[in-house]
């Protein structure tokens, strides 16, 4: 207890909990793992700022609380992956727990592999569960809830894909005058597409200089890298509106243009009432395409995700439609080009414009929640163990310390804390956003996806080869479409997964499906309809209204 009592005097402030409600937080924990002392458990997570202050300080905090041998690895997402395949397949105990994301909620349903939480706190994990641990507030916990209700993975961590931009230059009289003239309307937040696509031209064959150096409407990513497949999954279609309505996903046609019958897997072409090779689908590859080629600076198609991510610091680019809030600790240092002389960030963070596909009670983009995930190969005694670890790492003692160094929140009680009303200023939105009713829109990938690795890689081969030229996008959309349809019936001709497995569709016309209500859709007559911006403080009020 005097060791638990120094962490918590020590690091984990603030704490939405009172020192004396952590500290019988601590003596649970430190009760609970009295059976599994001197035990070596291993658990393993990619790489991000998060899991990092896990792997080195709660980790470490833990061993020594709990007598329990913890070590936290941390390698590269694919790897994650890869490596929860080979435990799936080989039933051989790699890790103890993993933390991946919810994007393979589908997977971990069908396949049957993992524990699904709602019964492990119920039965067999019931003696080593934190009563204190509130599933309910957890932001995430739909997008680790399967088709039956049960939760399956527990959030870890979680951060949006926004539009970012430049505050500062959007707030210039000269800007906003030049702008209006040219185009009739305010030069604001994007609401659509088309606000986008305008702003990236004026800022880059317009404005051109700003201070002195060249400037950039747009930023992107266009390397063939298994990277590239991001951009799309974390989910391109779904701002564009190439998938139904529906939260957190499009019922029954979903972001990756996967139609589910029942929670069936029915087909992605259109030709099985799929949507990936919609013509919503190809409009966003297109786009995707033409602002890489137009509006960004000429080394964003050589850039994989991580080259790319830490441009926008550099200071020379205006705004970009598709922009991670994990970067959010890297664009506030001080001394940045975009930081001002108070350290206060001179960019902000908005929702993104949608595509005219897009319709009122869609998604509007993604958000990733990594999120602790326990196998049914592991020995129960270590999956106990490790569950105790997984609890730590998000329990109210440590998780709003975590959350300020990580910037992922994952609990409704840490970002309303007063501790975060405190930080506004300098994570530019960061709060605001994840306050707002808004963020029920940001969703990770669905349980339409039956096996998340096989398909994800399918996603930036065929992709790439439309960046280069060597297809269309309607020959690359197609192509994938296909791809996913031939995966789904290889699956479904193995009779691989237990519950909900592809059956795939008979082939129709794709007037057929068209006249159907919903995605897919046929082909807008205008597709750049008119721009519409909103004022970035008028939208914040919006969401402080919504809020209260």
């Known amino acids: 207890m005097e060791i638990a009592r120094k962490w918590v005097e020590e690091e984990f402030q603030p704490s939405t909990l009172s020192k004396q409600e952590q500290m019988e937080e601590m003596e649970w924990f430190i009760k609970a793992a009295e059976e599994f002392r001197g035990m070596d458990i291993k658990v393993v997570s990619e790489t991000i700022a998060t899991h990092e202050y896990e792997s080195e300080t709660l980790a470490k905090a833990f061993s020594e609380i709990t007598g329990i041998n913890l070590t936290h690895e941390l390698i590269q997402e694919g790897d994650v992956i890869e490596k929860l395949q080979t435990q799936m397949y080989s039933g051989e105990n790699i890790y103890d727990a993993y933390v991946n994301d919810s994007d393979l909620i589908g997977t971990h349903y069908r396949y049957k ?11 067999e994990g019931k003696d080593v569960t934190l009563p204190t641990l509130d599933i309910d507030d957890f932001m995430g916990k739909s997008f680790t809830t399967g088709p039956d209700g049960k939760l399956y993975q527990l959030p870890d961590q979680q951060f949006a ?24 309307y305010e030069l604001g937040v994007p609401v659509n597409w088309s606000a986008y696509e305008d702003i990236a031209e004026f800022f880059t ?7 002195g150096r060249k400037v950039y409407g747009h930023m992107d990513y266009g390397k063939k890298d298994p990277s590239l497949g991001w951009r799309f999954t974390d989910a391109w279609l779904s701002m564009a509106g190439a998938g139904d309505k529906g939260l957190p996903n499009g019922k029954p046609v979903d972001e990756w243009g996967i139609r589910v019958d029942d929670c069936h897997p029915v087909g992605s072409t259109v030709a099985r009432g799929g949507a990936t090779n919609a013509p919503a689908s190809v409009y966003a590859l297109r786009k995707y395409i033409e602002w890489l080629d137009k509006y960004a600076p000429p080394q964003a198609s050589g850039m994989t995700f991580s080259e790319a991510g830490p441009v926008p610091a550099q200071g020379q680019i205006a705004q970009q439609i598709f922009w991670y809030t994990a970067f959010t600790a890297s664009m506030a240092k001080p001394d940045l080009p975009v930081t001002d002389e108070n350290g206060n960030p001179k960019w902000r963070m908005a929702p993104s414009p949608h595509g005219p596909y897009w319709e009122e009670g869609m998604k509007l983009g993604y958000q990733d929640a990594g999120s602790w995930t326990l196998m049914k190969s592991t020995p129960v005694k270590r999956r106990k163990a490790a569950w105790l670890y997984a609890q730590f790492t998000v329990a109210k003692t440590t998780s709003l310390k975590k959350t300020h160094v990580g910037l992922t929140p994952i609990r409704e009680s840490d970002i309303e804390h007063k501790s975060f009303t405190e930080r506004k200023e300098e994570l530019g939105g960061l709060v605001e956003f994840y306050r707002s009713p808004a963020r029920v829109q940001w969703t990770p990938t669905g349980t339409n996806v039956p096996d998340y690795p096989k398909l994800a890689q399918l996603w930036w081969k065929n992709v790439a080869l439309a960046v280069t030229g060597e297809m269309t996008p309607k020959q690359a959309m197609t192509s994938l479409a296909q791809q996913q349809d031939d995966v ?5 001709r193995a009779g691989a997964q237990e519950v909900c497995g592809p ?10 499906w068209y006249n159907q209500p ?8 205008d597709e750049k309809p008119q721009g519409k911006t909103v004022k970035y403080d008028q939208l914040i009020q919006r969401w402080e209204q ?3």
Do not use: C
């Not at 993992?114 to 706190?121: Q, R």
């Not at 430049?166 to 003239?181: G, I, N």
């Not at 064959?205 to 201070?211: C, G, L, R």
């Open 503 to 512: 059956q795939l569709n008979e082939k129709r016309s794709a007037e057929y």
């Open 488 to 492: 789904m019936a290889r699956i479904e």
């Open 546 to 548: 919504a809020r209260n």
């Open 161 to 184: 894909n926004l539009y970012w931009f430049r505050y500062d230059w959007f707030q210039r009289e000269d800007l906003q005058k030049r702008f209006k003239e040219r185009y009739g």
């Open 205 to 211: 064959e317009h404005v051109k200089e700003i201070d």
């Open 113 to 123: 592999q993992v524990v699904p939480l709602t019964d492990w706190m119920k039965g």
């Open 518 to 525: 919903g995605a897919p859709k046929p082909e807008l007559e």
